[in-house]
């Protein structure tokens, strides 16, 4: 197996924060999808009908090494439903790039892992939120869990370092230590955990999104458990519980969750899209962060422009270059951590609130308010329309923080009108 290097490719060093560079990119290569999520931000399925090919997408991935870039994530909808996949990564790899792929699982044999790894593929991230009766739920269909597992045995069995990505919401934030439990069982080296932002399909699912002042007890519970790992190795496998980038800000356990161990103290140094990130769709249009709504943060497409041109100039790519803590607005203009925070994550606030600036789902800013004996709920007030990467609109309501809990909102897409595929076979 494939030992992880002392010092991450993609990690900051500390003349990576003197200038702008994308030493990590987010490439989602194909739409196409072989299962239903109903938390999807892309709302995949259907690959685009316009989608690069694989001369554009090689000429892009030398656009990216030309840029210093070192590491990049393939995403789909699934990345390996794409026939020239090998030949990327290959390409990635002999530029100098680590190549890693997140997926789904649902179709990932020990046979094409194996295919992926012999093309340069060093690592695979998995997919799984949460036990099979939850994590089915949120896929979409009834054995996605199973093949999940399979999924990160066969990467192991390949060579691969395999971690895990988990997107906490109300379904699964009670079963943390479960849904950790099992993956440590198998092999994981990291644990990558954030928050389920009210994008794309998750948008329709406003009664899975946590209210804000429940970030506290999620936060707490990942600590408790990151502490538990660093006293302990499953069959001597390192682990680490990696806080994605909503999954703060700034309260007692920030440098514990954003710190690589061994590898010196971090904190939350502000949004990082289009700094030191960048996002790739599978028409080409680029965006300083893959999580962000394409419609206010398109920079321009590859077609039309080249990467480098895209990168340099493009003022939706280069938006956190440029900005300071003017722009912050509500409770976050008032913060302590302003300068620094710029209000945590720009996609978890722009697809919560309708634009960033403002982010609710903060450790800080929960505590702060309790103080006063105010917590913040939220009420969605505009429906997303019902495309790639979109978003609706909420507002926050303030309430007494010992409020009687409110029923959770009704689902936009009601459960009985949910496309499900065909039970996918446990063996």
């Known amino acids: 197996m494939i030992e992880p290097t002392e010092v991450p ?12 560079k994308p030493i990590y990119a987010v490439w989602e290569l194909t739409m196409k999808c072989d299962q239903p999520c109903q938390h999807c931000g892309s709302r995949a399925g259907a690959a685009r009908d316009a989608e690069l090919s694989t001369e554009e997408v090689l000429e892009v991935a030398a656009s990216l090494a030309r840029l210093g870039c070192r590491e990049v994530a393939l995403i789909g909808g699934e990345a390996y439903l794409r026939e020239d996949l090998a030949e990327i990564i290959s390409f990635l790899a002999r530029s100098g790039i680590r190549v890693i792929m997140q997926t789904g699982g649902r179709a990932l044999t020990a046979e094409r892992a194996q295919a992926l790894r012999a093309a340069g593929l060093t ?21 996605s869990h199973a093949a999940a597992i399979r999924a990160l045995d066969n990467a192991r069995g390949a060579g691969l370092i395999t971690t895990a990505n988990t997107q906490i919401n109300r379904l699964n934030a009670h079963l943390l230590r479960e849904t950790c439990a099992e993956l440590r069982s198998h092999g994981i080296q990291t644990w990558q955990v954030q928050i389920t ?35 302990t190795h499953v069959s001597g496998v390192p682990f680490n519980v990696f806080a994605n980038n909503n999954i703060g800000y700034f309260g007692p356990h920030e440098q514990l969750l954003r710190s690589r161990p061994g590898g010196g103290d971090a904190h939350w140094r502000g949004c990082r899209g289009g700094i030191n990130a960048i996002g790739i769709e599978s028409n ?27 990168w340099e100039r493009s003022e939706e790519v280069r938006f956190a ?19 620094e925070c710029r ?14 600036g403002n982010n609710p789902f903060c450790y800080h800013r929960v505590t702060q308010l309790k103080r006063r004996g105010i917590r913040e709920r939220l009420v969605m007030k505009q429906r997303a329309p019902h495309v790639p990467y979109d978003h609706g609109v909420f507002e926050l309501v303030e309430e007494a923080w010992d409020a009687p809990p409110p029923p959770p909102p009704e689902p936009v897409v009601p459960r009985n009108a949910r496309r499900r595929l065909a039970v996918i076979p446990t063996s």
Do not use: F
């Open 9 to 20: 490719v993609r990690a900051l060093m500390p003349a990576d924060l003197m200038e702008a």
């Open 123 to 143: 690592g695979l991230g998995v997919s799984v939120d949460g036990p099979a009766h939850v994590h089915d739920e949120l896929r979409g269909n009834v054995g």
């Open 197 to 231: 932002v009210p994008m794309g399909r998750a948008a329709d699912h406003p009664e899975w999104i946590l209210e804000p002042w429940r970030v506290v007890e999620v936060i707490d519970t990942l600590a408790a458990i990151q502490r538990e790992a660093l006293e």
């Open 284 to 310: 080409g249009t680029v965006k300083g962060c893959p999580s962000l709504p394409t419609v206010p943060y398109a920079g321009g497409n590859v077609r039309e422009r080249g990467l480098e041109h895209i």
């Open 321 to 339: 270059r440029d900005r300071d803590a003017s722009e912050l607005w509500g409770h976050c203009a008032t913060c302590y951590y302003a300068d």
């Open 343 to 356: 209000a945590g994550c720009s996609w978890t606030a722009h697809c919560t609130l309708g634009r960033r």
